[in-house]
């Protein structure tokens, strides 16, 4: 309250990633994250991916990780639900890095790897390119260059917005395209 902020639509990256899922043909999504309190903006992206699969039909299933580095005993608990009976058919990770540490894991299981599930991952880091998954992408340098515009009008006593939200835009790439039969 009283700080001017720049963010992104984080509930509109949510919602194009349930989306990007659902067009991939997947109706039972896991939303890999950590503990996010609601006044951060990242709990917005969580509530866009679950509204919206709610909306299209689609069940989502929160699994909640110790920390974005996939620990040994989150790696076991993601591969409990991949194997279990009830199908997972997509995946959707908070952030890129948790999107990462899920593809390094299946990579190590041959089981996993075999699944090719639809991945969706949230920032549009440059690791999302070198792994080759679908993300939503927040303008990053647009909103620390807008945050520097802000901090200067306000310090020569200009009124700025409070709260600036940028778009985001979803950039598709290998994990969510529809895949031929084998």
């Known amino acids: 309250e009283g700080v001017p902020s720049v963010t992104a639509d984080n509930f509109g990256g949510g919602v194009l990633a349930a989306d990007a899922l659902h067009r991939a043909g997947s109706r039972h999504v896991l939303v890999l994250t950590t503990e996010v309190p609601e006044y951060m903006a990242m709990f917005q992206r969580q509530r866009g991916v679950l509204d919206t699969c709610d909306r299209l039909g689609m069940q989502a299933e929160l699994v909640l990780l110790q920390d974005a580095s996939f ?12 194997t279990r009976e009830a199908p997972v058919d997509g995946v959707f990770a908070l952030g890129d890095m948790i999107a990462a540490g899920y ?64 778009p985001v835009a979803y950039i598709e790439r290998r994990s969510t395209q529809k895949r031929q039969p084998e």
């Open 71 to 82: 620990t040994e005993p989150d790696a076991a608990a993601i591969k409990t639900l991949l």
């Open 103 to 166: 593809i390094h894991m299946v990579l190590q299981d041959a089981a996993l790897n075999r699944l090719r599930l639809p991945l969706v991952g949230f920032d549009g880091l440059d690791i999302s390119r070198l792994f080759a998954f679908s993300t939503v992408a927040q303008p990053i340098r647009e909103m620390g260059e807008r945050a520097v515009e802000l901090l200067i009008r306000r310090i020569n006593g200009e009124h700025v917005p409070e709260t600036l939200v940028l």
